[in-house]
């Protein structure tokens, strides 16, 4: 019988700017884990619990080297002396469904009861969308959302007039791509014959966030109606 509760702090990877650099907004997300972490540090004082940071990201770009070695690499530099809790990572993933596939017996294998899921504001609606269909209903999942560095406020341009490289977007264009992202939710599943459902609710909720997003950060909607 376990007697004391087991928290997970998720943070979810980004794409490599290099072999040994990671982006602004990756780095933002780290930073944001471990304030969290030293948040629930002085509680768990308070009620016992187990404290674990995860690090999730594989290869994505083909570089030789995964998002979670780097950013293993960043919280051995700047945060493991004061580092309380277990530290795993996951470096299998290549996008944000297989982020919490992968993650998931993790999760178990610890028994934990809560995942904090810290990521971008832009990425936080399809992460937890994709939380909430795959991740063991036992788990209490919570978002937590970072600043990233895309540009707010910023006019919409249509994809063939955009950069190839999507750290250069604007921020609604960014939550352009999310939407199709949460849309393709179930499509995704089914490619791979998992038996996963997207619930109809959930989907909607992601939809909705993200039209928050972009109401108060942009001109994607505003432009199209």
């Given amino acids: 019988m376990k007697l004391s509760p087991s928290i997970a702090v998720l943070c979810l990877g980004h794409g490599l700017v290099s072999k040994s650099m990671m982006s602004e907004t990756l780095i933002g997300r780290l930073r944001g884990a471990l304030q969290l972490l030293n948040e629930l540090s002085l509680l768990s004082e308070l009620n016992s619990a187990h404290l674990h940071l995860i690090l999730s990201g594989g290869d994505v770009k083909g570089l030789g080297v995964t998002e979670a070695y780097l950013m293993k690499e960043y919280v051995d530099l700047n945060a493991k002396s004061s580092f309380v809790g277990s530290l795993l990572t996951e470096e299998k993933s290549r996008n944000t469904l297989e982020n919490m596939l992968y ?3 993790y999760l178990e294998n610890l028994e934990c009861d809560t995942a904090h899921i810290v990521t971008s504001e832009y990425h936080l609606p399809r992460a937890m969308l994709c939380a909430r269909t795959v991740l063991p209903k036992s788990i209490k999942c919570i ?5 990233s560095a895309h540009k707010r406020n910023s006019i919409y341009r249509p ?7 999507h750290n ?3 921020l609604c264009e960014i939550l352009d791509w999310e939407v199709n992202g949460v849309k393709c939710l179930q499509s995704a599943l089914q490619k791979r014959k998992m038996n996963y459902v997207a619930s109809a609710d959930d989907i909607n909720l992601a ?6 997003l972009n109401k108060t950060y942009g001109m994607l909607f505003g432009s199209k109606e």
Avoid: S
């Fill in 103 to 105: 993650c998931a017996p």
């Fill in 143 to 147: 978002g937590h959302a970072t600043k």
């Fill in 159 to 165: 994809v063939k007039d955009r950069p190839a490289d």
């Fill in 168 to 170: 250069k977007w604007n």
């Fill in 207 to 212: 939809l909705e966030e993200i039209r928050y």
